[in-house]
């Protein structure tokens, strides 16, 4: 039997840059996946090639992250679109603008494809000497006091410590016995880039109407990745004949030409378990949390999670990471980001689809003081930008 000090189950965004940030602490790691991060990291170069219709809005202490683990040299810097200001607009109130010169920096986020992404932490497993990729699939799971037993498809092997990254239907997270609190939102989250005769000028533009919540993200040049958090009846009826006049009907702040992809569809739910730790076994990513994208933060969520993980591993767990000395301080630092962005994207989409006149004139009082106050404004650049 193979003994790790680390197996990673999920080979997704977040997995791989677990898996290779506690391999560069010294640490014997592997990944257990169904599908090699390698493959992307081979696949043919990005140039030319039609924008990815998942894109992700990457903080800048993600993008400190990324850059501190050396994941951004690695990407195709050229396809990455840095985001200014962000417009909020709603049904019949004037825009609300947050602006990067409000909160003095440069930027408020950076929106990078998911292909793009994948690739460059790709690379960094394949020429990690110390990250293995064991296919297969997880079939049991056993704590003991001092390691975890791990049966998989292709062989069992030990851990002292297994790292769910094995996104929102979590299987180590089932073998754990972790309960999880879900919501169906009875939506789903379109997506789809399209060309714009307006320019974007570094803007996201962001909707909340009684439909659904519209945002176009500004990708280089004239395109921009939409994400449309739409009830599930209406998403039914949206095809690539449709969408664009649908769009155009309820907030179309760029003036669309044309549709540049196919159209993705993801249901949204929100998936919050009992506990982001059971004895040896941690989770991150949507292993721990899903959100709705309204604040475009699961990645950005995830991504602390490996962060706050790898750093208290050096710190308390160079020679047993599944300890409780760091287990039980992960559990405790992330516990505040994870319930209040639950509790603010919730709050968001609750007060979105509220078609009460009360719940209108909060709306409006709400925006209203946001433009008016520094402080307001200052509050939602900070949640923006975690
Ligand atoms: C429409 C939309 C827009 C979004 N926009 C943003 C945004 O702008 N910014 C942001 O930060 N976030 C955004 N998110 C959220 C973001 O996409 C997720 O939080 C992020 O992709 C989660 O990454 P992950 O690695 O944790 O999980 P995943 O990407 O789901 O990866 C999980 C991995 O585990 C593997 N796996 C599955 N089952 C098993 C198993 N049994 N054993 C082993 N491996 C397994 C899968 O193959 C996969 O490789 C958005 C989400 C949606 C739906």
Redesign the pocket.
Known sequence: MVNYDVLV????????ATAVTLSRLGLRVAI????S?IDDAMSEPLAGMPYDN??????PS?KQFLMESYFWDDLASERAQSVRRIQVDGASRPSLTLDAHDAGVLQLAC?VE?DNLKRAIGRHVRSEQSVEFLGG??LSIEQKLHFVRVVTSSGEMTCKLLVA????????RQFSGLSVATRDYGCT???ANFTTALAHQNTAYQWMGQDGVIAY?PLPGNLVSM?W?VRNELAQEVNEHVLCDLLAERYNPLKITSLNSAI?R?P?RRTLPQSVSLGRVVL????AH??L?LA???????LSDTAKLCSLIKAYGMIDPGSLSVINRYRRARKEEIESLTWFTETIHDMASDESQLCRSFQDIGFAAVRGSNIFRRFFIDKAMG
Do not use: M
């Open positions: 189950a999920g080979a997704g965004t977040v997995g791989c257990i996946g169904p599908k991060p998942r894109v992700f809005a990457i903080r993600t929106i998911n699939e997880i990254a094995d996104g929102s239907d979590s299987v180590v989250g379109l997506v993200l994400v958090s993705g993801f949204l991150v990513g949507d292993a899903q959100f994208p475009g933060q699961g990645l950005n969520v995830g």
